[in-house]
Each structure stands twice: as structure tokens, then as C-alpha cells.
């Protein structure tokens, strides 16, 4: 097993792990991107994420697993932090180590940089990886609430602010 940092070539196979991560979360009508907007936010001007990809012995130059992940902030610590938006592997590949191995590689970065935590989100049904985030030694937080804002609901909310008040 191999696990390294995303190229620009690597885009259209991240974009089809992003697609069947969605398949297996049942949220696949959610996946509006595209690979143009990928290669723009993961490797243009104002990159603001990074992958990790994991590549198996049998399925060279075909990547079986990514982390998709970007610095955080904590105000309590005053340090940052890494926030994992997405880990996935296709699930002919799990049970080998593969997702460990990327979580470990991220914990890594994160001491190596002097940062505070590495967090993410799990959906409350899919108790395999629950299970296995906390075998890891991960912490649940269920008094924190996610708040999202997306589509109408954002574009209503940056356009609510009162015309008296200078936003700059």
C-alpha cells in the first residue's frame, strides 16, 4: 500500500471517489460538482483543500482511497487544526489497513506542523465507521450541532445584511 499527495493528474479519479462515496452515503443527487471546479479548488491560484491518495500493489496507478482534508482553527487551543471533509475507500479494499493508514499519515502532518486536532464528521448511521473512528481513539462530540447554510438558504443570508450597516 502506498499513500501520497494528489497530483493535478489524480483530479478525475478523486472526483470518481467523491461520486461513489455519495453512492454509499445514499447522498449521490448532492454531488453537483465537477472535475473543473475540483482541479480549481484542490490545485489552482487559491487552493484551499489537499488530498491524500491511497494506492494498492494489485491496482497500480489507480487509487483505491482518499482523505480529503484542510486547515482549521481553534480559538480555544489559538492553534490550527486539520478538519477532514471526506475519508473513503471503496469498500473491495476495506479492512486492509487502508483508512488507518491515511488517518495515521493526517495525524503525522498535524504533529509534525504543531497543530491542535485533526476532526471530522461521521453520519450517525453508519456505525462501521463510528466503530471504527473510535477503535482509533476518536472522540465523539454529540452536544456540538452542525449548522449548514447552502444553495437559496446561502445566497438569502449574504443578502440579508441591513443597508445601514457597512459590512466593510
Not at 480559538?75 to 471503496?90: A, K
Not at 471504527?132 to 445584511?161: C, M
Amino acid at each position: 500500500m502506498q499513500i501520497r499527495p494528489a497530483t493535478p493528474l489524480d483530479v478525475p479519479a478523486i472526483f470518481e471517489l467523491i461520486q461513489a462515496l455519495a453512492e454509499y452515503e445514499q447522498l449521490s443527487h448532492l454531488v453537483t460538482g465537477s472535475v473543473a471546479e475540483l482541479q480549481q479548488y484542490l490545485f489552482g491560484p487559491e487552493a484551499v483543500a489537499t488530498v491524500l491518495l491511497a494506492e494498492v500493489e494489485e491496482c497500480p496507478g489507480s487509487p483505491v482511497g482518499f482523505a480529503l482534508y484542510f486547515r482549521n482553527f481553534s480559538t480555544f487551543l489559538t492553534r490550527p487544526g486539520i478538519y477532514l471533509e471526506d475519508l473513503f475507500v471503496l469498500p473491495e479494499f476495506r479492512g486492509r489497513g487502508i483508512g488507518k493508514a491515511l488517518l495515521v499519515r493526517l495525524a503525522q502532518e498535524a504533529v509534525a506542523k504543531g497543530y491542535g486536532r485533526l476532526e471530522w464528521m461521521v453520519l450517525d448511521w453508519n456505525e462501521p465507521a463510528i466503530g471504527f473512528y473510535k477503535r482509533l481513539g476518536a472522540k465523539q462530540h454529540p452536544e456540538w450541532i452542525l449548522n449548514r447554510v447552502t444553495g437559496a438558504d446561502l445566497l438569502a443570508l449574504a443578502q440579508s445584511l441591513d443597508p445601514e450597516i457597512n459590512p466593510n
